[in-house]
T-cell receptor
Framework: GENVEQHPSTLSVQEGDSAVIKCTYS??????FPWYKQELGKGPQLIID?????GEKKDQRIAVTLNKTAKHFSLHITETQPEDSAVYFC???????????????FGAGTRLAVHP | ETGVTQSPTHLIKTRGQQVTLRCSSQ?????VSWYQQALGQGPQFIFQ???????GRGNFPPRFSGLQFPNYSSELNVNALELDDSALYLC???????????FGQGTRLTVV
């Protein structure tokens, strides 16, 4: 079945360093890849996304890359700040042909800690 | 703020009871999905409603059911609660099925 693997599960960096989180998806029909940031006690917040017809997208300090051939996509955060500390989830949007609906399949999450 | 609101924020129920969770979707969004997020895990797809009809379901038993109303708000009902149903339940709304999904803050359900 559909699956999204996410690595690493925990990531600790010093303020100002870069952080990279990687995901691999299994369903070649996946066409949309959002990234979410979840802070303690809150719901997931969409921070950036990329569609399958694009290889890279950047928004200020965050960027996402997609390699469709390898079924890999990654989140890059530069110049990390303590407020970047949270759990980050990748997801892959897949069209379920049997029901004609789209669903998001999430990775297990990466707990990012940015130390001052 | 995403414009997606869920109620209640916290709930404690006893095993065997029934529970109803509510979600008000973002204005104009006709697609609402529900997810279960166990502690330390990613959200798992429960089901999706599009224009008041369930059009997709994940690997959850029939005791998980839902509704979507004409204003696109939605309910998640869980019957015969089990201890393993303890989780954060998230509602997400989308303008269309293949567009950005915006989540509410979730309902933390504890089954004792």
């Amino acid at each position: 079945g559909e699956n999204v693997e996410q690595h690493p599960s925990t990531l600790s960096v010093q303020e100002g360093d870069s952080a990279v989180i990687k995901c691999t998806y299994s369903d070649s029909a996946s066409n949309y890849f959002p990234w979410y940031k979840q802070e303690l006690g809150k719901g997931p917040q969409l921070i950036i996304d990329i569609r399958s017809n694009v290889g890279e997208k950047k928004d200020q300090r965050i960027a996402v890359t997609l390699n469709k051939t390898a079924k890999h996509f990654s989140l890059h955060i530069t110049e990390t700040q303590p407020e970047d500390s949270a759990v980050y989830f990748c997801a892959a949007n897949t069209l379920m042909f049997s029901g004609g609906y789209n669903k998001l399949i999430f990775g297990a999450g990466t707990r990012l800690a940015v130390h001052p | 703020e995403t414009g997606v609101t869920q109620s209640p924020t916290h709930l404690i129920k006893t095993r065997g009871q029934q529970v109803t969770l509510r979600c008000s979707s973002q204005s104009g969004h006709n697609t609402v999905s529900w997810y279960q997020q166990a502690l330390g895990q990613g959200p798992q797809f429960i089901f999706q409603y599009y224009r008041e009809e369930e059009n997709g379901r994940g690997n959850f038993p029939p005791r998980f059911s839902g509704l979507q109303f004409p204003n696109y708000s939605s309910e998640l009902n869980v019957n015969a609660l089990e201890l393993d149903d303890s989780a954060l339940y998230l509602c997400a709304s989308r303008l269309r099925q293949n567009t950005e999904a915006f989540f509410g803050q979730g309902t933390r359900l504890t089954v004792v």
